[in-house]
């Protein structure tokens, strides 16, 4: 799709809110995705309430991650091959009826493996509201300059979902009744999802528009059989077990010292550093190319994320935290700018969903060790989870990191757009 953007000397983010037709699909994607950083918290209090053990907790969570992981992507190829509408409707009422029956039967005492039953369906059905917001993106702004402005933007939202969905899912649990934050979830998933599904104006083009399976010229494949988006995949697992142990470490910790209503605190500072580096990101016009920013900023996060277990104090742990939200910005940042330089147009919600869902899959297995860990020797145990994701996503990506290098069609139109866009892939 042919741009409407006219750039000037620095792309910021006044220029990209003034994108045509931006604001009539960011206003109710941003209510849609709201649900997404509350669902993992809220399952985590309220099972711990009723069951009294943050590993059974840890558990049923882990189990909606990986549900949401592995069926994530399969919802991304069927929106890119019928359109995000047709997925996202049928999406968000099994979602809210599968959250709804997962409250139920955890009020009701039903036996773990019932939990495990409902949580399958309800994380198979979490809307990919984020990765359609930037298949939106990406149709409008395809080979401008403003698509690394667009990726800080989405997750400068992603994060300020997760500075304000924990703190308000914990606020509900803790102040009104421990299925409130779920509640309040299933309905904002909802009434936000068929808001967004409404906006049929900014739809990318799908699959069936196109003659013969194609988009845009070229041919439909899986953006998992592109070895770039493998090698993110393990990135991005590393960035989950970093939201994923921090969930279930900080609310352990709190417990343990008898401030419960600190959690929500706590993470927020998190978050809200994530938040505070994707602003950054997006406004500094960067020479340093996007492999090396990857993995100076992995590394960063990993460092950060080594220092966690160490600290044995409220105020100790908020800095710490706060250090390793500013560290996750710029990977997750720079892995959405270059997969998008790495997969064909007809793939991209897809491969977004994948990055998503392996957010996903770290969050759901670090849940699980994390509060096993946190349950047997203390929470402090707790944080290794984030030390090791994140130290083995690095290895990886240092040695596979050839792998990330943008196709030759994203290096030859990114030639075409202007002076002011470096084709540097280091």
């Known amino acids: 799709m042919a741009s409407t953007v006219i750039t000037d000397k620095r792309p910021g983010y006044g220029q990209l809110l003034r994108t045509p037709g931006a604001l009539s699909f960011l206003l109710p994607g941003f209510a849609a995705r709201q649900p997404f950083a509350m669902l993992t918290i809220g399952i985590v209090l309220l099972v711990q309430h009723t069951t009294g053990?943050?590993?059974?907790?840890?558990?049923?969570?882990?189990?909606?991650?990986?549900?949401?992981?592995?069926?994530?992507?399969?919802?991304?190829?069927?929106?890119?091959?019928?359109?995000?509408?047709?997925?996202?409707?049928?999406?968000?009422?099994?979602?809210?009826?599968?959250?709804?029956?997962?409250?139920?039967?955890?009020?009701?005492?039903?036996?773990?493996?019932?939990?495990?039953?409902?949580?399958?369906?309800?994380?198979?059905?979490?809307?990919?509201v984020g990765p359609m917001v930037r298949a939106r993106w990406?149709?409008?702004?395809?080979?401008?300059?403003?698509?690394?402005?667009?990726a800080a933007f989405e997750s400068v939202t992603d994060e300020f979902t997760f500075v304000v969905g924990p703190v308000l899912a914990t606020a509900l649990c803790t102040g009104v009744h421990p299925a409130a934050g779920l509640i309040a979830e299933a309905a904002l998933t909802l009434v936000g999802g068929l808001f967004f599904a409404a906006q049929r104006a900014t739809q990318p083009a799908h699959g069936l528009s196109a003659a013969a399976g194609h988009l845009g010229d070229e041919p439909r494949r899986s953006a998992l059989s592109v070895p770039g988006v493998r090698v993110l995949v393990v990135a991005f697992?590393?960035?989950g077990s970093v939201f994923g142990g921090m969930q279930v470490s900080?609310?352990?910790?709190?417990?343990?010292?008898?401030?419960?209503?600190?959690?929500?605190?706590?993470?927020?500072?998190?978050?809200?550093?994530?938040?505070?580096?994707?602003?950054?990101?997006?406004?500094?016009?960067?020479?340093?190319?996007?492999?090396?920013?990857?993995?100076?900023?992995?590394?960063?996060?990993t460092v950060a994320a080594s220092l966690l277990w160490t600290a044995h104090s409220?105020?100790?742990?908020?800095?710490?935290?706060?250090?390793v939200g500013l560290c996750i910005a710029p990977a997750l940042i720079t892995g959405y700018t270059i997969v998008e330089t790495l997969i064909p147009a007809s793939a991209r919600t897809e491969a977004f969903t994948w990055l998503t869902g392996a957010v996903a899959l770290g969050q759901a297995a670090a849940v699980t060790v994390a509060g096993r860990l946190a349950d047997a020797h203390g929470a402090s145990t707790g944080f290794l989870v984030p030390m090791a994701g994140t130290a083995l996503a690095l290895a990886t990506l240092l040695a596979l990191r050839s792998r990330l290098r943008p196709r030759e069609a994203s290096r030859v139109a990114a030639r075409g757009i202007g002076h002011r866009v470096p084709v540097t892939v280091d």
């Open 53 to 128: 053990s943050f590993g059974s907790a840890g558990a049923v969570a882990a189990v909606t991650g990986v549900s949401m992981a592995l069926f994530a992507p399969q919802s991304g190829k069927l929106a890119d091959r019928f359109g995000q509408r047709a997925v996202l409707v049928p999406g968000v009422l099994v979602h809210a009826a599968a959250v709804s029956l997962l409250v139920v039967l955890a009020l009701a005492g039903a036996p773990l493996w019932a939990l495990f039953l409902a949580s399958v369906p309800a994380g198979a059905s979490v809307p990919q």
């Open 314 to 323: 409220v105020l100790l742990l908020g800095a710490l935290g706060l250090v």
């Open 237 to 239: 697992l590393g960035i």
């Open 138 to 150: 990406a149709a409008k702004l395809d080979g401008t300059p403003l698509m690394p402005t667009a």
């Open 250 to 301: 900080l609310t352990a910790f709190t417990e343990e010292i008898g401030n419960p209503g600190a959690n929500g605190l706590l993470y927020g500072v998190f978050a809200a550093g994530n938040m505070l580096a994707g602003i950054a990101m997006g406004a500094v016009a960067w020479k340093t190319g996007p492999r090396r920013r990857l993995i100076l900023g992995y590394a960063g996060l």
